[in-house]
């Protein structure tokens, strides 16, 4: 096993590194794929290989014709397995967390909520790894309220650190009759206002912690980005009369979620490489925005 | 009546000259006094309230509340309605003339306001005695010892210094009346302010029980009415001066008699005080002064305010107060005194001391080292300890702060998922399109139907079959298998047609092997299923030239040139012909274009 892992991550590292040659191909097999459709003359620069190119993109099929990069291989097969989360706290949770992270395993369907008792980070990524789980999601809090959420996708996956904002749990909300119970059908997802290629990689680092829905289903969960700052929210909807009609219903936790930190590894790899760190002390810093435009 | 008029003046009399500090213990007698002293200031206000509900004011089993809460029943709508005569006086001070009644009207207003001051003495003094904070506790004026100093009291001292400004331009408007006019008029004002600290005093004494009437308010109006009546009194003439000579009179004989009360001739020896025909104030300070004030206070501020040399004094007199008195109340002071003293050209002094006193604080402050947070870069060595707590730094934030949740957010949100539902546009996990491991095997329909051959052809299609394999008709059930077949057909025939141009006779393999159900005669077919032009033609249609056919290597040099020779004639008129047709072709697209 640990062979195999070392062999594998081998693998990973070798395929990284062959993936700037991979890129420049598929650029310039894109580029006479473009001239080809348009009728234009191909550029000069390939025309010594355009006749070799050209017959590998008659080859192609839809798999091979995108690039494949490493950082999104790790969610390569999860289109074909259904995720398996593992929930647990940061040490000695209160009871409000506590609280917040058993809504959380209602939200996040397929998940399993545990205790963290006196665990290491390290054995919980073991057992995770060994018993199949896609996704390790880890909650902290200060002082009753939960301010951190780190999501750690699990072989040698991608972990996002994210700081959470406003939170509002369900059990803040007296009235039980008024928010009622909960469905656990599989929930459609909405993301608004991902468009750079890191809100694309974050999008995709939340989205692949739901499953495959039916079409049919009327939960849905939103994580909206406004500012660098991505809402979480989470609905049924009802359609009563005609189309246009269309009433929602909030039930579930809502809070802010702020990305501060991608690492490249899981989260027992300390070492690991940073993809992304946000950097509040440049002077620019508030003027930029990295998840949208 | 009269007996009970008398009674009651009687009281108030007694009430007057009781020593101020006896009422802080209760007392019955003394309750007893303010009792029948209200009682006969409220019959003599009586005649001036038609509706008053009460004619006599009930005291015998009342407490101290109900007592004045009856008072206050009579002199409320007294109060708006001697305001708005005020106010309508202000605006026609001719009509004032007109009132015939005024002397005596008048003398009882001013009695009136005169008994209202020690009504609220009185019933101050009442209040203390039943032990009850309420009543003219809050009173106002100007509050110069009282630590616990409230904004009402601010405000109205404002509205005083306000009613004394006024009363100023009165003065002004007026100033051929003579020193006394003025005087008196100081004088009355300056007693009801000082009745009025008087009353602070006392209120200072009961704050311990820590309470604050809603009396406030009516102290005010009654100080709005006694500076609006006082204001209205100004602009009269000769009838006023004959009232407020009588009415000087009784004052000085009240003062007078304090003062015989107190040890005035000890006062006197003190010596810090001038004598400039003031005498009518001291009793009044001296009231002050045994109700317990500091005495060193009273008479700085007095001497400071009365007598305004302002260039000597004010500084030291400002300095040793403990807390300074209203600025404009001061300023007032010393501007009616100044223009008693030196006329007009003192307000423009006084500014120019202003300024200059301005001037000498800011020299000064430039002259003493900077206070730390004008020091640009400090360090916590060289400012005062926490003292950073108490300054209100101001820093720039480069985050974004986080959003704040509001109903239009949140709103905002709700649209935005609403139309996406109605769209149908989700961000769902996609699944991947499997791919077939397996051969999709293959099911055989059963068909119910009669078969449409008859059982001989059947036969007769299998014999076929077995003979010849190629001329069995397909028999496919899958269309598209069918179909492939077909085209797999077509295929083998232009491919056999290929190898038949260049025929080939199948090698004979031989072969020692024992094959049971073989035919006994195996007829090959050789005709060519496709036979090419080329092998049809005879030569002399295949070849067309003149015989003599020498290759290259036998030619000679001569002969090899002449082919060449010939070949490039031949070569350049094909040439010439081309750019002929070339030309041609060229001249038409031209005109279609032009």
Request: hydrophobic share 30%; charged share 35%; net charge negative.
């Amino acid at each position: 096993m640990l062979r195999r892992n070392i062999r594998m991550r081998r693998e990973y590292l070798y395929r990284k590194s062959l993936e700037g040659k991979e890129r420049l191909l598929y650029e310039k097999k894109r580029k006479i794929r473009e001239a080809l459709q348009e009728g234009k003359p191909i550029p000069t620069e390939l025309r010594n290989e355009e006749a070799a190119l050209r017959r590998e993109i008659d080859l192609e099929d839809e798999n091979t014709a995108v690039p494949r990069t490493h950082i999104d291989d790790e969610y390569a097969h999860t289109a074909e397995k259904d995720p398996k989360i593992l929930l647990t706290t940061s040490r000695d949770p209160s009871a409000p967390l506590q609280q917040f992270v058993k809504e959380l395993s209602y939200v996040f369907p397929n998940a399993q909520r545990m205790n963290r008792g006196g665990q290491v980070i390290s054995e919980i990524i073991e057992s995770c790894r060994a018993h199949d789980y896609t996704d390790v999601v880890l909650v902290h809090e200060h002082r009753g309220v939960p301010d951190g959420l780190i999501v750690c996708h699990l072989p040698y996956g991608p972990t996002a650190y994210f700081g959470l904002l406003n939170v509002v749990t369900r059990h803040e909300i007296k009235d039980k009759k008024a928010i009622g119970t909960m469905p656990e059908a599989y929930p459609h997802l909405i993301f608004d206002n991902f468009s750079t290629k890191l809100g694309e990689r974050t999008a995709n680092i939340l989205k692949y912690l739901f499953p495959v829905p039916k079409p049919d289903t009327k939960r849905i969960v939103t994580f909206s980005n406004q500012s660098d700052y991505v809402s979480f929210r989470h609905h049924i909807y009802e359609k009563h009369g005609g189309p246009k009609s269309i009433e929602l219903k909030e039930i579930g936790p809502r809070f802010e979620l702020r990305l501060y930190q991608i690492k490249l590894g899981t989260v027992d790899q300390a070492e690991a490489q940073i993809e992304w760190v946000i950097r509040p002390y440049m002077n620019t810093s508030k003027k930029r925005k990295f998840l949208s435009d | 009546m009269a007996d009970s008029k008398d009674a009651g003046e009687e009281a108030l009399r007694r009430l007057i000259a009781t020593f101020q500090p006896s009422f802080l213990a209760p007392n019955p007698a003394l309750s007893e006094t303010s009792r029948a002293a209200s009682r006969h200031l409220f019959s003599a206000l009586r005649p001036f309230c038609p509706k008053s509900p009460l004619d006599q004011l009930l005291i015998d089993g009342f407490d101290a509340e109900q007592i004045w809460q009856q008072i206050d029943l009579q002199s409320q709508p007294l109060l708006s309605s001697l305001r708005r005569q005020v106010k309508h006086f202000a605006k026609n001070p001719e009509e004032i003339s007109k009132l015939k009644v005024v002397p005596l009207g008048k003398k009882v207003e001013k009695e009136q306001r005169e008994d209202w001051v020690e009504e609220s003495d009185g019933f101050d003094e009442e209040l203390e005695d039943d032990e009850e904070g309420e009543g003219k506790g809050g009173e106002e004026g100007m509050d110069i010892e009282d630590e616990d100093e409230e904004q009402g009291r601010e405000s109205d001292n404002e509205e005083e210094s306000e009613g004394e400004d006024e009363e100023e331009k009165g003065e002004d408007g007026e100033a051929g009346d003579g020193g006394i006019e003025d005087k008196f008029l100081k004088i009355d004002e300056l007693a009801k302010y000082l009745e009025k600290e008087e009353e602070n005093f006392e209120k200072a004494e009961e704050d311990t029980r820590g309470k604050k009437g809603a009396d406030d308010e009516e102290n005010t109006e009654d100080d709005d009415d006694d500076d609006e009546e006082e204001e209205e009194e100004e602009e009269e003439s000769d009838e006023v001066s004959v009232l407020l000579g009588s009415i000087v009179s009784d004052f000085v004989l009240l003062c007078l008699h304090r003062m015989l009360s107190l040890d005035l001739a000890a006062k006197m020896q003190q010596g810090t005080w001038k004598m400039q025909g003031m005498d009518l104030f001291y009793g009044v300070f001296l009231t002050l002064e045994h109700c317990g004030w500091d005495e060193q206070f009273i008479l700085l501020l007095r001497y400071e305010d009365f007598f305004g040399d302002k260039g000597k004094y004010s500084k030291k007199m400002k300095a040793q107060l403990h807390q300074e008195s209203e600025g404009s109340d001061e300023e007032d002071d010393d501007m009616k005194f100044k223009k008693q003293n030196k006329g007009t050209a003192s307000t423009h002094q006084k500014q120019l001391e202003k300024i200059h006193s301005k001037i000498e604080e800011m020299e000064k402050a430039n002259l003493e080292p900077k206070t730390w947070t004008m020091q640009g870069e400090v360090t916590a060595a060289k400012r005062p300890k926490n003292s950073a707590l108490e300054v209100d730094l101001d820093f720039e934030h480069n985050v974004r702060p986080a959003p704040v949740i509001t109903e239009e957010v949140t709103a905002s949100i709700e649209d935005m998922i609403k139309k996406r539902i109605t769209e149908g546009n989700f961000n769902d996990v996609q699944k991947a399109p499997k791919l077939p491991s397996k051969v999709p095997r293959e099911v055989k329909e059963l068909d119910d139907n009669k078969s449409k051959k008859g059982l001989a052809e059947i036969y007769e299609q299998e014999y076929v079959e077995k003979e010849d394999p190629t001329s069995a008709p397909l028999s496919f059930r899958d269309e598209q298998k069918q179909q492939a077949s077909v085209l797999f057909k077509k295929l083998g025939l232009k491919l056999d047609a290929l190898a038949h141009f260049s025929f080939a006779p199948k090698p004979v393999i031989e072969d020692m092997s024992v094959q049971i159900n073989v035919p006994a005669l195996a007829m090959e077919e050789i005709a060519p299923v496709a036979v090419s032009d080329a092998a049809m033609l005879a030569p002399e249609e295949v070849f067309e030239g003149k015989g003599d056919i020498k290759e290259e290597t036998e030619l000679t040099k001569e002969e090899r040139k002449r082919r060449r020779a010939n070949k490039k004639r031949r070569f350049k008129a094909a040439a010439v012909k081309r750019m002929g047709k070339k030309v041609q072709e060229g001249a038409l697209p031209n005109q279609m274009n032009g």
